[in-house]
């Protein structure tokens, strides 16, 4: 009797067993037409030195020049995830609204800041290709378009207080040779429509490839983690000095489009994590 007892517990158990690993694997299946989400994280950090402290991490160009922070921001736009066979899907692109973020480096949480993205298709994603600044297209969108960013980025000081057009990068701190004590202010972006100004076109487009495939599914978040390299910054594709010509400079002047070309070359994925 005792035995027969054992014996229908044994295969109850196993059965039930047997449902939930039916039930996570079911979880973890790519549906077709099904959504999910991902994150992305943003760690700003010297190569040398780790993460940046604001007006603490004191840098050291390749020109010989020490230089810190007070500001770091810039905007994130047009977010892309491709799978192995190139197919792409792309997040709210030239829809600022939904599909613009500003990485502030003042709202890290243990140095990285978070973007969440919803409505993702499952899949399984080999690269990440993402804006920085916001494009032409979507700019000359106009109010209607661009509405609600617009307002978040001029409440972030991401937009231009005399002209038209987006902030693209807003760094701020302090330079010098012995010891950063020279205020330095950089902002680069777009003004109005370039076409008709005859103006730089600052904002660059990035893809990345991952190391790990992230995998988007009913219950995994995969989180990319994507370090910014900020030695780049005056240490990159074009060794920069900063001097009284160009440390108040604002706007798209040379200066500021070698900036631009030094930044697109900072970002690397460092890690995925599917779970």
Not at 190 to 208: A, C, F, H, K, V
Request: net charge negative; charged share 15%.
């Amino acid at each position: 009797m005792k035995l027969n007892i054992y014996i229908k517990f044994l295969l109850l158990s196993t059965t039930f067993l047997f449902l939930t690993s039916c039930n996570a694997d079911d979880d973890n299946t790519i549906v077709e037409g099904g959504t999910g989400a991902i994150q992305i994280k943003f760690e700003n950090g010297f190569s040398n030195l780790g993460n940046i402290v604001l007006n603490q991490t004191t840098q050291t160009s390749a020109n010989g020049q020490k230089h810190q922070f007070s500001t770091l921001k810039y905007v994130v736009s047009n977010i892309t995830l491709i799978k192995s066979d190139g197919t792409e899907f792309a997040f709210h692109y030239n829809d600022s609204d939904k599909g613009a973020f500003i990485v502030d480096q003042e709202d890290a949480v243990g140095g990285v800041v978070y973007l969440d993205l919803n409505e993702i298709p499952q899949g399984q994603y080999t690269k990440i290709r993402f804006g920085l600044g916001i494009n032409q297209q979507a700019y000359l969108l106009g109010h209607d378009g661009q509405a609600e960013f617009w307002s978040w980025a001029g409440m972030e000081g991401m937009t231009w207080s005399w002209a038209a057009g987006y902030i693209f990068a807003k760094i701020e701190g302090k330079y010098g040779i012995s010891s950063p004590d020279i205020e330095f202010v950089n902002h680069s972006g777009n003004m109005g429509n370039i076409s008709q100004n005859g103006t730089p076109d600052l904002y660059r487009e990035i893809t990345l490839d991952l190391p790990t495939t992230a995998q988007v599914t009913s219950s995994i978040v995969p989180s990319i983690h994507i370090l910014a390299d900020w030695n780049q910054y005056l240490s990159g594709e074009t060794d920069l000095t900063l001097d009284a010509s160009n440390d108040m400079a604002m706007g798209s002047s040379q200066h500021l489009v070698d900036v631009t070309n030094n930044l697109m070359k900072m970002f690397t994925v460092d890690h995925v994590h599917n779970d």
